[in-house]
C-alpha cells in the first residue's frame, strides 16, 4: 500500500516533468537538436535494446529440471 | 539470437495460482493490478484445462502498432517493453491485445486509467538495467541477472515454461512423446504465428 | 452431531486409503490420453463467430471478471480499424472536403449580397444561442485537434518534435479532450433545446436543395429561420455529437458490465464519427467565414443584415417583420412600434 503511494506521486511528477520536456523539446526541434529526455537513469535506444538472457549455469538449470531426467 | 517466449503446458497446470503470486511478489505489482492470471476453461466440465496467461511477447505486437505515442520497443530478445515514461494510459493496446495482457491502475481523471503495466518478461523497461528507478517502474530485471521470469522458474509443476522459443518447445516436445498427449501451446498460434507440431 | 463430524472426518482418510490401494490394481499401462478429451484451443478459437468479439473465456480467482477473457481474437480488428480504415477514412474525408472547398472557392468565389448590404440589421441569434454555439465550437476545435493528434499524430507530428515531447503533448490532450468534452456536451444540449423547433425537416427543404441551395444556381430559394443546408448541419451536430458523448464516456467512466467487445465499438465509432464530424465542419466554418458575404455576423454580432437575411431566409424576415418588427433596427428603419 505504501508502494502505491509512491507511485502516484512518481506519476504526478512524471506528468510535469513531460509538460516541461514537451515545450523544451518542442523549442529545441527549432534549433533541429535531438533531445533526451532527462530521466532518473534512460537507456539509449540502442542500450535498451539489446539483448539480456544469456545461457547461464541458472537458466541450464532450469531447462534441465523441467525436462524428463 | 535467442527468441524468449512462455509456454503454459495445460496439462500439467494445477490453478496453484503461485505464478500469479510470484509476479505479484517480484515485480512489487501495484494492487489490482495482475500482469498474470490463470484461466479455468471449461471449468468443471469433462475435460477442463487451466492454462496461466500473461503478456506473450508476440511477434509484430499488436499493442506496439495501435498506441499512438509509439512507446513500445522489442528488446533483441523479443521481449515487448514498453516506456511508462511516454505511456499516456489511453487504453488502444488493452483493446487490440489478444491476451488481455495491459493493465491500468485507476489514478488519473475520473478514475480512468494511468499508464499501463504489464508482464516485462521479468525484463525491467528502458530505464538502467536493475536501478531502483527501474524496480519501482517496471520491477524486476531477472533477465540482465541471467535468470529467467519468476512465475516460470518457481512453477510448483513445471507448467509453465519459459526461455528460449526452441529450447521450450523441444522440451515441451518431448515431454509430450513421452507421455504420450498434449494439449498443444496455448495461445502461440495467435503470439508468433506458429504452432508446436506434436 | 458429534457422529457425524467424526464420520466426516473419517471419509477423506477411507478415500485416500481406497487411492493408495487403488494404484495397484489398475498399474498395467493403459493408453489413456488426457488431452482426447480435454477443452482444445483451436476448436474454441474455430468455434467463435468471425468478425465477433466474442472472446475465448473461463473462470478466474482473481477478483477482476475481465482477465477471465484468454484470448480476444476481435483485437486483431481493432488493429486493422486503427492503424488502417480510420485513418483511411478520416484522411479521404478531411483532405477530400478541404479539396472541394478550395475547388468550390476558385469556382463560385465568395458570395455575396446581390442586393449589397442595406445598412438595416435584423436580430438573428441571441446571446444565448450565440453562446452556445461558440461553447460547442471553441470545445469541439480542441477536441478535434486533440483526438486527430491520437490518430495521426504518430505520423505526422512524432517524427518532427520527438518522442518526449509528443508524448507530453498528447498527455496533455488526453486531459483535454477528457474535460473539454463536457461543455461540448453542454453546447449540443443547449442548441439542440433552443434550435430543434426551428429545425423540423420538411418539403421545403427539399425544394431548397433542388434549387442548388443558391450556392449552386443562381438567386435564392425561399427558406425558413434555417435553410436545408443548416438543418443538415444542426442534425449532423446533435447527432453526431450525442454518438461521440454516449461512445466517449463509454470509454471514459467505463460501466463495470461493458466488456472487451463494447469498448472497441465505442472506439470505432467515437473515431469514425468523430473524423467525418470534422470534415462537415469545415464546410460549416467555410460557409460562416469566407464562403459568404455577411454569413458571419450572424454568430459574431448576432445581428445580420436585412439584405442578406432576405436572400437566404425571406419567409423567416417576413414572419420576424410581422410578429417582432422590434429586431429590425437600423439605417433608415421604420420607427419601432410601427
Redesign the interface.
Known sequence: ?A??K???T??RR??LK?????????AT?AAGV????P?????S?TD?????????A??KK??A????L | MARMKFLCDADRCIECNACVTACKNENDVPWGINRRRVVTINDGKPGERSVSMACMHCTDAPCAAVCPVDCFYTTDDAVVLHSKELCIGCGYCFYACPFGAPQYPKTANFGSRGKMDKCTYCAGGPEADNTKAEYVAYGANRLAEGKLPLCAEMCSTKSLLAGDGEIIAQIYKERVAKRGYGSGAWGWKTAYKEDIAT | MTLTTSLRHLLPLLALAALLAGPAAAQQPTSVNPTASSVKEKQLLDALKPGSTDTVSGRISIPDARAGNLIQPAGKEFRTFRQETLPTVGGYAIVGMLLLLSLFYLIRGRIAISTGPSGQTILRFGSMSRFAHWLSAVSFIALGLTGLNLVFGKTLLLPIIGPDAFTGLTQVGKFVHNYVSFAFALGIILMFVMWVKDNVPSLRDLRWFAQGGGLVGLGHPPAERFNGGQKIIFWSTVLGGAALAVSGYLMMFKPIEIAIGGLQLATVIHGLVGLIMVAIIFAHIYIGSVGMEGAFDAMGKGRVDLNWAREHHSLWVDRVAKSRPKDISGGHAPAPGE
Request: cysteine-free; hydrophobic content about 30%; aromatic content about 10%.
Open positions: 500500500m508502494k502505491s509512491t507511485d502516484t512518481l506519476d512524471g506528468f513531460g509538460i516541461g520536456t514537451g515545450a523544451a523539446g518542442a526541434v535531438t533531445t533526451t529526455s530521466a532518473l537513469a534512460a537507456e535506444t535498451k535494446k539489446k539483448a539480456r538472457y544469456r545461457e547461464s541458472h537458466v532450469f531447462y529440471t523441467n525436462r524428463y
